[in-house]
């Protein structure tokens, strides 16, 4: 079945100029196709009992005995990824200035300021935010509470036309893409102006941004400006580029403890956690490989009722004597689709379409 170690604030940019034109134009291939699978959760009045996550830029801790997956996680927003096209470009915003403009093929085009927008019925929920250039076992992805408006109230208002099939994206700091209404009419398609019980902070687009379920985060600008409704594919800066043009997220596990090559008591047990995440699809299994080994099925933990948020995962195991081991790990979602490929090429290979290789790393035994 088809699908349509990291480098923590790894500009997409920095590869491009790397490779010559020529290259990036043979690595390019058309993203697969991916429709979403729609989820209807009972948004309002959603509530958490989430505990911050460890920061993951931390020295682990030696022991690994210890089991600390065992709760739904959130990502704390200082620990989470910033990916941005231009860094020299960091827009500050003033709220009582900035509107949204929503316009193009509707009935009624409108602005909207943020007080306006925050007194529309509001929606919160728990999702997974990654980026598409997220390595194989990468840190480019966070699990955090996000509260706005649902897009379908701005739908309602402005009235799109029969013609309109995409909407264009405009950002503060110049950043543009595209995203089909086929998408953008799930039912959870967010305007965002709070993560983790607080305001956008400005690295990550206060006032506000868009979270789609299903996509990577090159479809949800931060710091939007105008929603254009538009008839026709529009490429946006990373699409123009070669990256993929759906950016539907990929079914990935990663393994978060034991780290690369971590030195471990032999005869000890240890634990071996980490998430997984799927878009819009459940994760149904979660399987950890030691050395050539059989799969072993670790223990789900499920981050509440929605699929948009990654499951952790464990999974307790001696390693038997002194040695070099390779951990890997492998997930299937509710498609029935089961990750096997192996981690190669651009970024692990995440480029163009993201990835959903097997991670794998070696850990010590002592």
Same mark, same amino acid.
């Given at each position: 079945?088809?699908?349509?170690?990291?480098?923590?604030?790894?500009?997409?940019?920095?590869?491009?100029?790397?490779?010559?034109?020529?290259?990036?134009?043979?690595?390019?291939?058309?993203?697969?196709?991916?429709?979403?699978?729609?989820?209807?959760?009972?948004?309002?009045?959603?509530?958490?009992?989430?505990?911050?996550?460890?920061?993951?830029?931390?020295?682990?801790?030696?022991?690994?005995?210890?089991?600390?997956?065992?709760?739904?996680?959130?990502?704390?927003?200082?620990?989470?990824?910033?990916?941005?096209?231009?860094?020299?470009?960091?827009?500050?915003?003033?709220?009582?200035?900035?509107?949204?403009?929503?316009?193009?093929?509707?009935?009624?085009?409108?602005?909207?300021?943020?007080?306006?927008?925050?007194?529309?019925?509001?929606?919160?929920?728990?999702?997974?935010?990654?980026?598409?250039?997220?390595?194989?076992?990468?840190?480019?992805?966070?699990?955090?509470?996000?509260?706005?408006?649902?897009?379908?109230?701005?739908?309602?208002?402005?009235?799109?036309?029969?013609?309109?099939?995409?909407?264009?994206?405009?950002?503060?700091?110049?950043?543009?893409?595209?995203?089909?209404?086929?998408?953008?009419?799930?039912?959870?398609?967010?305007?965002?102006?709070?993560?983790?019980?607080?305001?956008? @902070?400005?690295?990550? !687009? /206060?006032?506000?941004?868009?979270?789609?379920? +299903? #996509?990577? *985060?090159?479809?949800? &600008?931060?710091?939007?400006?105008?929603?254009?409704?538009?008839?026709?594919?529009?490429?946006?800066?990373?699409?123009?580029?070669?990256?993929?043009?759906?950016?539907?997220?990929?079914?990935?596990?990663?393994?978060?403890?034991?780290?690369?090559?971590?030195?471990?008591?032999?005869?000890?047990?240890?634990?071996?956690?980490?998430?997984?995440?799927?878009?819009?699809?459940?994760?149904?299994?979660?399987?950890?490989?030691?050395?050539?080994?059989?799969?072993?099925?670790?223990?789900?933990?499920?981050?509440?009722?929605?699929?948009?948020?990654?499951?952790?995962?464990?999974?307790?195991?001696?390693?038997?004597?002194?040695?070099?081991?390779?951990?890997?790990?492998?997930? @299937?979602?509710?498609? !029935? /689709?089961?990750?096997?490929?192996?981690?190669? +090429? #651009?970024? *692990?290979?995440?480029? &163009?379409?993201?990835?959903?290789?097997?991670?794998?790393?070696?850990?010590?035994?002592?």
């Amino acid at each position: 079945m088809s699908q349509d170690s990291s480098l923590r604030r790894l500009s997409r940019r920095s590869f491009l100029i790397a490779i010559t034109g020529s290259a990036l134009a043979a690595a390019c291939r058309p993203a697969d196709r991916l429709v979403p699978t729609v989820y209807r959760p009972d948004l309002a009045g959603a509530s958490a009992t989430h505990t911050p996550s460890p920061a993951l830029s931390a020295a682990p801790d030696a022991n690994f005995g210890t089991l600390t997956y065992d709760k739904p996680i959130l990502t704390d927003v200082a620990d989470l990824y910033i990916t941005q096209y231009d860094y020299d470009n960091t827009p500050e915003i003033d709220a009582q200035a900035w509107s949204l403009l929503v316009d193009g093929l509707v009935e009624a085009p409108m602005t909207f300021t943020l007080d306006e927008l925050r007194a529309m019925p509001a929606v919160r929920d728990t999702r997974t935010l990654e980026c598409i250039s997220n390595p194989t076992g990468g840190t480019l992805i966070g699990n955090l509470t996000w509260r706005g408006i649902l897009f379908s109230e701005i739908v309602a208002r402005v009235k799109p036309k029969a013609q309109a099939t995409h909407v264009k994206f405009e950002a503060a700091d110049g950043y543009t893409t595209a995203v089909s209404l086929e998408w953008l009419l799930q039912p959870e398609t967010m305007l965002a102006y709070e993560m983790n019980d607080a305001p956008l @902070t400005v690295p990550h !687009g /206060f006032p506000l941004r868009i979270h789609i379920p +299903g #996509l990577y *985060g090159q479809k949800m &600008p931060r710091w939007l400006t105008r929603l254009e409704f538009i008839d026709y594919d529009f490429r946006g800066y990373w699409e123009s580029r070669g990256w993929s043009n759906v950016a539907a997220m990929r079914t990935k596990s990663i393994i978060h403890t034991p780290r690369e090559n971590a030195e471990i008591k032999a005869g000890a047990p240890i634990v071996i956690q980490g998430v997984a995440v799927a878009g819009t699809r459940r994760i149904l299994s979660v399987e950890v490989q030691i050395d050539d080994g059989e799969w072993l099925p670790a223990t789900l933990v499920p981050s509440g009722e929605t699929p948009m948020a990654w499951t952790q995962w464990h999974l307790t195991w001696t390693l038997p004597a002194p040695s070099v081991y390779r951990l890997g790990v492998r997930a @299937t979602d509710e498609t !029935g /689709f089961v990750q096997t490929a192996e981690a190669r +090429g #651009l970024f *692990g290979g995440a480029f &163009p379409n993201g990835t959903d290789a097997i991670h794998r790393l070696a850990v010590r035994a002592v």
